[in-house]
């Protein structure tokens, strides 16, 4: 949804679970808050509408940086903005002096304004480069079609995007590659297209989406990034300071719905046939269990939040839990981040 930007520069976004997301954050004068997937700024600018608020927006991509100078300069001593990632926010707030926070929101995944640019090659609709990196650095998604082997391509496509005919695409593309490059989000659309047929029944998504959302969460490491970035919030918030989570993946709730588990004493015993073992005094007390789904009005004027949820938590006295991968459902990393 756009509306006009409140300082006159250019449209904004109303980010999906906007209302429930910032009011689970419970936001309070004199209270700093990150809002660790900036975008357009929305989150951020309902957080600055409680008189007496500090916002740190963070975000990996150096276009929504530039483009909320204005905001930022209409917020004076109110909002910083810092370009990075989540994951490190813990770095990036003690630079400027910020050890504890009151809340931190997050809208995981790819923002509108990267989708509806085809210069960033995120989507198939309109035509342009395959790009897909948030921060313009690294290798594209274009490296990875044309280099990757069949087996990395069919695993990619398999685990990122749960695409059930992910061998078949892969054997696809490294066919087609071997004419000439695959350089265009049109190129790839189509190959996925002879694979699996350009038809599609009325509300079905169009057959290159999973392709295409996992070769973005691939390239950008995205998993990994929502697991490092919820447990360095975990150790930044203070006793009574909230965390907001906004998800449009399964693989992505899955992964916030375990951290919530295994910080709030839900998470059970790993197998019936082993002792039940105490864990660790929780950290976070639950907010919304279940999650909070988009409403019906919301869906029909932004189809794009049909599939969110949000959770949220609510941190405790206990320390901080150590990252556990595999309670998440996840490997363990090799080497560096992304």
Known sequence: ??????????????????????????????????????????YTRAILSVPGTRVVGIDRDPEAIAAGRGMEEAFPDRLTLLEGRFSRMEELLAEIGIETVDGVV???????????????GFSFLRDGPLDMRMERQGPSAADVVNSATEKELADILWQYGEERRSRAI????????????????????????SVLGPKRKPGQAHPATRTFQALRIHVNGELREVAEGLAAAERLLKPGGRLSVV???????????????????RAGRPSRHLPDVPGPEPSFVDLAPGGIRSSEEEVAANPRARPARLRAGERTHAPAIPLDYRALGMPEPHGGGR
């Open 170 to 193: 892969a054997r696809a593309i490294v066919r087609r590659r071997k004419n000439a490059p695959i350089r265009t989000t049109a190129d790839l659309a189509a190959i996925v297209e």
């Open 247 to 265: 998800s449009f993946h399964s693989l992505e709730d899955r992964i916030v719905k375990r951290f919530l588990a295994t910080r709030t004493g």
């Open 1 to 42: 949804m756009m509306t006009a930007d409140s300082e006159g520069t250019r449209m904004r976004h109303v980010p999906v679970l906007r209302d429930e997301a910032t009011g689970l954050l419970a936001p309070r004068e004199g209270g700093v808050y990150v809002d660790g997937t900036f975008g357009a700024g929305g």
């Open 106 to 120: 997050l809208d995981l995944g790819v923002s509108s304004m990267q989708l509806d640019d085809p210069q960033r």
